[in-house]
């Protein structure tokens, strides 16, 4: 785990954002800002160098960047934008960008559809030099939607403008998309971001406890690397947190107090096989009858897969437990569901892009 063996991709800062109880919303100094990128995302640097120079070849057009919730992807979109307007302003030239999720843009599209305003709706994005669509797999049912951004992505890429799109998986899995929509994502670039590896979790610790203008040992950052989860946003949020309450306690941060703390933290935060299953039946848009119920629809299957998954992942409980829970079934039906949702991880991008966000 080195420190040093991390990349920052230099995109413009902003204030650490962090929602503390005691406190309310508190801001503090950025750290270094850009995309932190180890050696597990190293590849990602040529291909954001072409975006925010605006020298991506034709051939890598559309670039799509897909990964799991956490990695960074949102992050990386933004700043990409971000980045471009820097390198772009003064150049003379009249050059309008747009960040947008993929649900904004069918919402607009929708409304836009019913207020007759299309022209305005195409003149708006097809007409930007770099277009960023977010979240793509928000409109993997709304095939109205994918056919509009089909027509406005072959137009943009016509007219040399750079087209690039975040998704949660790679473009080509499970036939979310348009036949024609997937063929024009395919052309293009997909390139995978990966979570944080360790050397990216210790170098972004190291810059919040400077922001919070409290350095800490190596020794005790490195054992927070170990016992905390991967996703950026979540490390900020538990870690901020930390060095927050021993501020507010007059104690001293040490090896010692990190683990002590980490501890006791995730003991309390140990997920139950209720708050499991309600987090999962929240995810499907369900209730959490639905979940524990007879029902065999689809959907209700999948979820009630899922929190049978994840509970006996995160609480260890026997079989027959979790099948007593789960509206008194058999713990054989309880073994067949870890099975099944073991064995389609690698199949079914959905199921696996609805576990990641669930852990």
């Known amino acids: ?16 954002e962090l929602e503390i109880p005691e406190a309310g919303r508190m801001f503090f100094p950025a750290p270094e800002r850009g ?9 990602l640097l040529p291909g954001v160098h072409w975006l925010v120079e605006g020298i991506a070849p034709e051939h ?4 799509t960047f897909f990964g799991p ?20 302003q003064g150049t003379g030239k009249k050059k309008r960008s747009y960040y947008l999720t993929a649900t904004d843009f069918a919402r607009q599209y929708a409304a836009a559809v019913e207020t007759k305003t299309m022209d305005e709706f195409r003149r708006r994005y097809r ?8 979240n793509l797999g928000d409109i993997a049912e709304k095939p109205a939607a994918q056919d509009e951004l089909l027509f ?15 998704d949660s998986s790679f473009p080509g899995e499970g036939g979310r998309y348009s036949e024609r929509l997937t063929a024009r994502l395919l052309g293009g670039t997909a390139l995978p971001v990966s979570l944080p590896g360790p050397a990216v979790r210790l170098r972004f610790l190291r810059e919040l406890a400077s922001a919070f203008q409290n ?19 979540v490390l900020h949020g538990i870690f901020a947190q930390m060095l927050f309450e021993a501020r507010s306690d007059g104690a001293t941060i040490d090896t010692a107090y990190v683990k002590s703390y980490l501890k006791k933290r995730l003991i309390a935060d140990r997920p139950t096989i209720a708050g499991i299953t309600k987090q999962s039946a929240k995810h499907f848009s369900l209730t959490l009858a639905d979940i524990r119920g007879k029902s065999r629809s689809k959907t209700v299957a999948n979820a009630r897969a899922v929190a049978v998954y994840l509970v006996r992942e995160k609480t260890g409980l026997s ?6 829970y789960f509206g008194g079934r058999d713990h054989t039906t309880i073994r067949y569901l870890v099975s099944h949702v073991e064995t389609s991880l690698a199949t079914d991008s959905a199921l696996r892009d609805a576990v990641l966000k669930l852990r």
């Not at 007409?127 to 977010?134: C, K, P």
């Open 215 to 233: 350095p800490l040992p190596t020794a005790a950052l490195e054992f927070a690397v170990k016992e905390l989860p991967l996703s950026i946003p």
């Open 35 to 43: 995309f932190l990128v180890g050696p597990e995302n190293r590849f």
């Open 60 to 63: 890598a057009l559309p670039m």
């Open 1 to 16: 785990m080195n420190a040093a063996d991390v990349f920052i991709i230099p995109f413009p800062g902003k204030p650490l």
């Open 69 to 88: 919730s956490g990695c960074g992807k949102t992050h990386l979109l933004q700043g990409i934008e971000n980045a471009w307007h820097r390198v772009h």
């Open 319 to 324: 079989l027959k437990e979790i099948g007593e």
């Open 127 to 134: 007409t930007a030099a770099l277009f960023i669509l977010d």
């Open 152 to 166: 406005t992505t072959d137009e943009l890429l016509a007219n040399d403008s750079i087209v690039v799109f975040g």
